[in-house]
């Protein structure tokens, strides 16, 4: 996969994530800052690192699930790693200015 291929199926793959929706919050989790790397390898392995706003998420499992679903189906991607971290923590200065426009924090 040459450079310019690399660019493109890693947009794609953004604007998959900006298609998740944390579901107690009204914005997408790329603009929350849920997302803290996106790599994609020479094997179009898609590695995801992400974390939840909070880490007794009711919803976690389901989330992650939709990610890694999403994500594999993107084209150009074969396959999707997900971690899962809490580390660093999430907080509101990690969202997007579109994120804090929308949920009135600007």
């Not at 994530?17 to 849920?34: A, F, Q, R, T």
């Not at 150009?76 to 509101?92: A, E, I, M, N, Q």
Request: glycine fraction near 4%; include cysteine; aromatic fraction near 8%.
């Amino acid at each position: 996969m040459d450079f310019q291929e690399k660019l493109e199926t890693e947009s794609r793959i953004v604007s998959v994530l900006k298609s998740v929706y944390d579901p107690e919050i009204p914005v997408n989790i790329y603009d929350l800052g849920l997302i803290y790397e996106i790599d994609l390898d020479d094997d179009r392995v898609a590695h995801i690192t992400m974390t939840l706003t909070a880490p007794n998420c009711p919803m976690a499992e389901d989330l992650v699930e939709e990610v890694k679903y999403k994500v594999a189906g993107t084209a150009g991607v074969k396959d999707c790693d997900l971690k899962l971290t809490f580390s660093p923590r999430w907080d509101k200065s990690m969202m997007s200015d579109e994120a804090r426009l929308e949920l009135g924090f600007m």
